[in-house]
Each structure stands twice: as structure tokens, then as C-alpha cells.
DNA sequence: GTAGGGTTAG
């Protein structure tokens, strides 16, 4: 008898003690597994609810072995411990699992609870349908649903995103259950009414109206009504009465604050974000982690560096409050704030002093670099990480795109895919981008064939991509035609259309296309001024881009930057206008740098502004001793004046500074493959082929009044040799690959690293005429469209 | 034994 009560009263008492540690957090699970040990040592025998508490426990503590262990152990489990199980289970994220457990389950021990657990348990796991189905299933076999029952099936409901009827419908069966009046319930219909309101399929107003009746007619509002108001009123773009909920809520409820600014920031409304957080704080409304990541967040957006340095300063007040959970959100927001204001070592040290990390701490790191072009680290940090994402691939390939690997970025768009990601827009617009870089026109074709095919076709970052690869493997028809059928567009596209034009020689129809953009109320930036400028140079328009720089200021507020300046200088000194240049560098706020001098230096190639000439490029030794460009152009506009003193000076002076010229390297594509030709190329299989093809063109050209011009050749030696050497250019090897390869009438598009040599350009002309084709050349300057014995740049090169 | 809102990476 004795004996019988001690275990009721043991029994009560390891009871007591779970309870105790469920109803706190996590942590406590260990100690809850310290009682279980305790049982066991004593010989105490767990079940009923105890061992349903135990099982619990270690679901929740991912010890899913072990739960199943305990619940074989049960020669008949009773309909709690199923429904723990099958919550447990679903919370540890293995629907299947659940599944099993329901299906095991006999239809007459069955109850609501556990109809209940398992219709979360597929709203957790994003199966909507299959929450409803399960719904309509308890129906039909006569179980009465309740308020735990509805809220979860409207929470299930918002996860599909179908028309009006099926919230109207399940709005009907709230009113035939009598669970009304219950706060849960109602807080979860609007909730889903305010879902439906966001799709296609349905009247937004409609939705939204129905769901402002039954907020503004509930008795009993909490915290959660207010807040999911408020967000409905977010997701659907009307911050305006969104505020007015909030500005009608007179109790302390952060949560709905909370919403209101993240809805700011999501909207971009930065300063009512930050305006929001301050009266919060005034008010003394809690403010926590969630709080804190979308004002930093906010700021980081913005820019805003010093808001948002100050933000870090007062969380770190208060940090010994903090919960784990909340640091690595904060955290998170921080590392991506210090990496978008280019402060990537203090996003480093923040990352590395973390003692939690998720994909959204490294992926944050990982842009931090790539943002800055620091690839080299990027890439180690993408090679280490524990996992990666969607996200982690598209970061990495658009970063190697847009820093000039190319090839790089296709392979790991391909890896990407083997290893199972399917790509989304953003990743398009990488390897578009990379196709862009590299001149692979057919492959840039196929990814924009399979972009229609996946529906990303109306992707905004993919068709900015297409429009620049287009126009940078030299048809700008195509980027004009992906301009046009866009459904939307934003600064980039206008800047990357007005760019493409300008590339390739069309300044009028650039400047025509600007004029547009401004009246379509596209407000211009700093890069649209840049391509502007640039068109007009290439075209010679210098009255229409002087105005333009001078309108920078004055009408947009946009301070020209030095690489305004240089491009100003640019198209003032090719035109010949010395004097307005050199007023233009006296007028400059700054000491002129690398890039003014650059552009006067070329101006002077041109021009054959010798005196000009030789000061800028004393002016650039100084600056960059070590860049090649200089040494080559001072030659070259020697050469031009037939100092070959000089030119020999300068070759002199390279050879004593270790100064080595970069290989000139053109490239063409064949049949979607890239083929690559150096300076007198001994490795292409076919190149010996190519020699003797471009040798029976010369024959033709020369009949036709082409002389070979030798004093580009640098290297002193004889002038037969001096010709020889001329024809081992790598941009005539890859053209006339081209020609050998391409069907007949094909457009040849070569792509250089460098400048275009001047005996190139002058025998492109010439050969366009001989084989009555198009050639067109991206050298690393601009573009050149040869046909029939005229080129595009008209000689501006 | 079962439910519902606000955060961070391009």
C-alpha cells in the first residue's frame, strides 16, 4: 500500500518537473533529459503522460531517434501521445513522419486535437492543400471542428493563393461552427482575407474591405489583431491607413510598430522608418531584435552608415539582455549594413565574433566582397561555406561576371545546376552577363531561349542583362528589341539602352532615347550621365555634351565626378578643342588625376598634339609608372609623326622600368564554342590555315589601294619584317578565322582585349570590301562596324 | 496533446 503511493507521489513529481521545463525555453530541454536519466537510475517506469512529455521533449530537442524509441516502447499508445508525436515531429520539420503516425491511427480512437495537430502540421510544412483536404476529410467523418481547428486551416488557406471564394466559403463554415466570436479565430480570417486580397485572382478591395468589416465589428481585439491589420494593410501598399490602425492602437504593442516599420522600409520609406523607430522610442513602446534589424536594415539600404553606426552603438548598450536568437538576426543586419556602406572589415570582425551563424550570416559576408570586386576573398568564402542557397550561387556568379570572369561565372552556372539549383532571374542575369563579357553571342542566345522557356522573360534584372549582352557582342537591333518588349523598366535599362546606342556609334539616336527617358519622369543618375557623355563623344557631339554636363548639376543636383570630367575632356579633345579642355581641367574642384590625363593623352594621339601629348603622359608616368597603355600610346603618336628616335626612346624607357606591353588577344565565337588567338599564334590547331587565307586576301586588298602601315610596328627591324609582322595581329587572325568559318554572309564579330591596331582598322576596311561581309570589332575601347570599305567610329578610335 | 503577427542575405 505504502509502496503504491511513493510512485504516485514520484510520479507527480517528475511530472511537475517536466511541465516546469517545457513551459520555459529550449534550454531547459537538457535538464528535462537530466529527470528522464533520474527515472531511469531509480527504476522509476514513465507512462500515460509522462512519457508523452518525455517524447515531446526529445522531438524538440531533434533527438527524433530516440522519441520513436519511446514510442514503441508503448504497447498501445492512446491519442495524446499520437498527437504529441505527430506535432513533435512536424516542428522537428519530417512531415513524413507525421504522416505515418496519422495514418496509423484508427478512425474510432480518433479525435479533434489530433485532426487538429495534423492539419498544422501541413500548414508548417507549406502544404496548403493538404490542409484543407484533411479539413474537408474530418468533416466528412463527422468531427466538429473548433477555434484551434479553424485558425489553423486559415492559416493554411493563406499559404495557397486562389480566388475570393475559397476564403468566403470557409468564412461560411466559421459562422455555421460558432467559433465567431472567438478573437484567434477572427485574427486568423481577416488574416487570410488580407492574403487573398494580394492575388491576382481576386478584388484587393473586396478583400481588403471585408477584411476592415470584421476588424472594425470585433469585440475583443488583441495584439495580434491590430498587427495583422496592419500588415494587410502593408502587403497591399496602403501605408497610409496602415498607420492609421497603428495611430489608433493605445496600448504597448511593439510587435505592431514592429510591422509598420519593416512596411516602411520594404516600401522604401527610409525616413518614416527611422522617424517611426524614434517616436516608438520616445513613447517607450518595447522595442526588440526585430525592431533593430529593420532599422539597420533601413539604413544599410539607404546608405545611411552613420544612422546606422549609431543603431549598433545602442544595441551594444544593451547587450547583455540579449537572447542568441536575437544576435544572429541583429548580427546578420549588421554585417550586411558595414558591407554595403564598403566597410568589409568591420563586416568581418562582426562575422567572426558571432558565435551563431546561418546562411543569411555567410551570404551577407559573401556579397560584403563581392560588392567591393574583392574576389579573390569571395570565392575562398563561398569554397568554405556549411551550405549554400540559391542566393549563395547567384551572389557569386554575378559577382565573377560583373569583375570581369566570365568564364568562370558560366562554369559555376553550370555547376549550379548539376548540383541541383534551378536558376532564378538573378542567376540569368549573371551568366547573361558573363556572355556579355566574353563576347559569347550563341551562348548568351540559348540562356536567353531558356529564360522564355522558364518564365523569367518579364524578369527585370535578367532583360537589363540581356540588353547590355546584346549590345556587347555587337547587335544592338536585339538589345533595342528586348528594350522594347520589356513590360517594365527601370534606370538601368534606360542606361543600359542609351549605352548600347552609344557603343556602337548611334549618338544621335542616344541622345534621342535620353530626351525620352526624361520624359517618361525616369529621373537620370550618375551612370546615365556617364553613358550620355560617352555617346556624344564617340559620335562627336560636343555642344549637345557639353550642355549635358553642364545640366548635372543644375537640374538633376548630381556633382560631376572626376569620371564626368574625363569623359567631358574626352569628347572636347577629339573634336580638336585644346583650349576648352584645358579650361575645363582649370575649372575642375580637384587636382585632375589618372583618367583626365588618359583622355587628354588620346586626344593628342589623335591630333597629333605633340607638346600636349608628351605632358599628360609625363603627368600619367607619374601617376601609374607602371601602366602599359601609356607607354604604347606615347609610341604610337611618335610613330604617327615619324620620330622613330623617340619611339625608340620610349621602348628604352619600358625596357629599363620592366615595363612589358600586355598581349594583344582577340577571340571569336564558332558554333557556341570561344576560340582564342594571340599575338602570332603558333597554338590555335587551325592557325597555320589562317596564315595562308589572310595571306590570298592581302592580294585582293592591295589591288584595291590597301598599304600596309608599318610604323605601328614598335620593335625596330626591317620594313619587310616590319610587314610580316603586321599580319600576326591577333584581331586580323581571329577575322579571318571567321571568314573561314562562319556560313557565308555572316556578320563577323571579334572580340579584342586591347585598342584595335591602326594597320587593322584601316585593312578591315578593305577586307569588308573583298568579301562583301560585315566585320564588327569590340576592341576595349568601343565598337567598329566595317562594311563595304567604311567604319562606323569614322576613325575615332 | 492542437492555433495565429513583426527580422536579416542579391
Redesign the pocket.
Known amino acids: 500500500m505504502r509502496n503504491t503511493l511513493d510512485i504516485r507521489t514520484v510520479a507527480n513529481r517528475y511530472a511537475a518537473q517536466l511541465q516546469l521545463c517545457c513551459s520555459q525555453r529550449s534550454t531547459s530541454y537538457c535538464i528535462a533529459q537530466t529527470i528522464h536519466a533520474h527515472m531511469i537510475a531509480s527504476g522509476f517506469k514513465p507512462r500515460g503522460h509522462i512519457l ?2 518525455l517524447m ?1 521533449i526529445y522531438c524538440k530537442s531533434s533527438n527524433i531517434a530516440y522519441a520513436l524509441h519511446l514510442f514503441n516502447k508503448i504497447p498501445e499508445p492512446d ?2 501521445a499520437r ?2 508525436l505527430i ?1 513533435a515531429y512536424s516542428t522537428a520539420g519530417n512531415l513524413k513522419l507525421s504522416q505515418e503516425v496519422f495514418g496509423g491511427t484508427p478512425l474510432s480512437t480518433r ?4 485532426y ?2 495534423m492539419i ?1 502540421a501541413y ?2 510544412n507549406n502544404d496548403g492543400h493538404a490542409a484543407i483536404e484533411l479539413f474537408r476529410d474530418m468533416r466528412r467523418d463527422d468531427f466538429r471542428p ?4 479553424f ?2 486551416v486559415l ?1 493554411a488557406l493563406a499559404l495557397i493563393v486562389e480566388d475570393e471564394k475559397y476564403c468566403q466559403q470557409m468564412h461560411c463554415a466559421v459562422l455555421k461552427s460558432g467559433t465567431v466570436f472567438v ?2 479565430v477572427l ?2 480570417l481577416i ?1 487570410a482575407y488580407v492574403k487573398c486580397a494580394s492575388s491576382p485572382l481576386a478584388s484587393s478591395s473586396l478583400m481588403m474591405g471585408a477584411a476592415k468589416k470584421l476588424f472594425d465589428e470585433m469585440p475583443n481585439k ?3 489583431t ?3 491589420m496592419i ?1 494587410g494593410y502593408v502587403r497591399n501598399n496602403n501605408l497610409d491607413a496602415a498607420r492609421e490602425i497603428l495611430d489608433g492602437v493605445t496600448e504597448n ?4 510598430w ?2 509598420m516599420i ?1 512596411g516602411y ?2 516600401h522604401g520609406f527610409i525616413h518614416e522608418a527611422l522617424e517611426m523607430f524614434r517616436r516608438m522610442h520616445l513613447k517607450g513602446i518595447q522595442h ?4 533593430y ?2 532599422v539597420i ?1 533601413a539604413c ?1 539600404y539607404a546608405g545611411l552608415f552613420k544612422h546606422g553606426k549609431q543603431m549598433h552603438a545602442f544595441i551594444l548598450k544593451t547587450e547583455e539582455k540579449h537572447e542568441p ?1 536575437f544576435s ?3 548580427n ?2 549588421l554585417v ?1 549594413l558595414y ?2 556602406c564598403g566597410k568589409v572589415e568591420e563586416a568581418r570582425e562582426i562575422f567572426n565574433k558571432m558565435l551563431i551563424r546561418d ?2 550570416s555567410w ?2 559576408i559573401l ?1 560584403a566582397y563581392v560588392n567591393l570586386g574583392r574576389i579573390v576573398e569571395a570565392k575562398s568564402f563561398f569554397k568554405e561555406m556549411p551550405e549554400r ?3 549563395s550561387w ?2 557569386m556568379i ?1 559577382g565573377l561576371a560583373q569583375n570581369g570572369f566570365g568564364e568562370e561565372g558560366l562554369k559555376l552556372f553550370n555547376q549550379m545546376r548539376i548540383e541541383g539549383f534551378e536558376p ?1 532571374d ?2 540569368f542575369a549573371g551568366a547573361i552577363t558573363s556572355c556579355a563579357m566574353l563576347g559569347a553571342l550563341e551562348h548568351g542566345r540559348q540562356l536567353h531561349a531558356q529564360l522564355v522557356k522558364l518564365g523569367h522573360d518579364s524578369s527585370l534584372s535578367a532583360g537589363n542583362a540581356l540588353i547590355t549582352m546584346y549590345a556587347r557582342c555587337g547587335i544592338v537591333e536585339a538589345a533595342n528589341c528586348v528594350f522594347l518588349t520589356m513590360p517594365c523598366l527601370d534606370s538601368v535599362s534606360w542606361n543600359a539602352m542609351i549605352a548600347a546606342l552609344g557603343q556602337h556609334g548611334h549618338g544621335l539616336q542616344a541622345i534621342e532615347l535620353f530626351e525620352q527617358m526624361l520624359k517618361e519622369d525616369i529621373v537620370p543618375d550618375r551612370i546615365t550621365f556617364l553613358t550620355i557623355l560617352s555617346a556624344c563623344s564617340h559620335a562627336g557631339l560636343v555642344k549637345e555634351g557639353h550642355c549635358y554636363f553642364n545640366s548635372m548639376r543644375g537640374c538633376y543636383n548630381i556633382t560631376p565626378g572626376e569620371d564626368h570630367y574625363a569623359r567631358l575632356i574626352d569628347l572636347l579633345v577629339r573634336a580638336g578643342k585644346f583650349s576648352e579642355a584645358n579650361d575645363v581641367i582649370e575649372s575642375m574642384p580637384f587636382e585632375p588625376g589618372a583618367p583626365i590625363w588618359e583622355a587628354l593623352l588620346s586626344g593628342c594621339r589623335i591630333h597629333g598634339n605633340m607638346d600636349l601629348g608628351i605632358q599628360a603622359a609625363e603627368r600619367l608616368f607619374e601617376l601609374m609608372p607602371q601602366h602599359d597603355g601609356t607607354y604604347v600610346l606615347l609610341s604610337n603618336m611618335y610613330a604617327t609623326a615619324g620620330r622613330q628616335n623617340d619611339v625608340a626612346k620610349v621602348r628604352k624607357l619600358m625596357r629599363d622600368r620592366g615595363i612589358k606591353k600586355e598581349p594583344g588577344c582577340s577571340w571569336i565565337e564558332v558554333e557556341s564554342k570561344v576560340h582564342v588567338f594571340l599575338v602570332n599564334d603558333t597554338v590555335h590547331p587551325e592557325v597555320q590555315a589562317v596564315y595562308n587565307y589572310l595571306e590570298q586576301l592581302v592580294l585582293e586588298m592591295r589591288k584595291l589601294g590597301y598599304v600596309p602601315d608599318t610604323k605601328f610596328v614598335l620593335h625596330d627591324m626591317e620594313e619587310a619584317q616590319k610587314e610580316s609582322v603586321l599580319y600576326t595581329h591577333s584581331e586580323k587572325l581571329a577575322v579571318v578565322f571567321g571568314l573561314m568559318k562562319l556560313p557565308l554572309g555572316a556578320t563577323i564579330r571579334v572580340f579584342k582585349n586591347l585598342r584595335i591596331c591602326g594597320d587593322c582598322h584601316n585593312a578591315f576596311k578593305f577586307m569588308s570590301k573583298v568579301v562583301g561581309r560585315e566585320i564588327v570589332v569590340r576592341d576595349g575601347k568601343r565598337f567598329h562596324h566595317f562594311r563595304n570599305g567604311e567604319c562606323s567610329c569614322g576613325n575615332y578610335w
Open positions: 508523452n512529455r515531446d491519442i495524446v498527437t504529441t506535432a479525435d479533434t486535437v489530433f487538429n495537430a498544422t500548414s508548417h473548433d477555434n484551434y481547428t485558425t489553423s492559416g478573437t484567434s485574427n486568423a488574416s488583441d495584439e495580434l491590430w498587427t495583422t500588415t504593442i511593439g510587435v505592431a514592429n510591422a519593416s522600409v520594404h526588440d531584435g526585430f525592431t534589424t529593420s536594415s544599410a536568437e544572429l538576426s541583429v546578420n543586419a550586411s558591407g554595403k546562411l543569411i551570404n551577407a556579397s542557397n540559391l542566393l547567384t551572389v554575378s532564378c538573378y542567376a
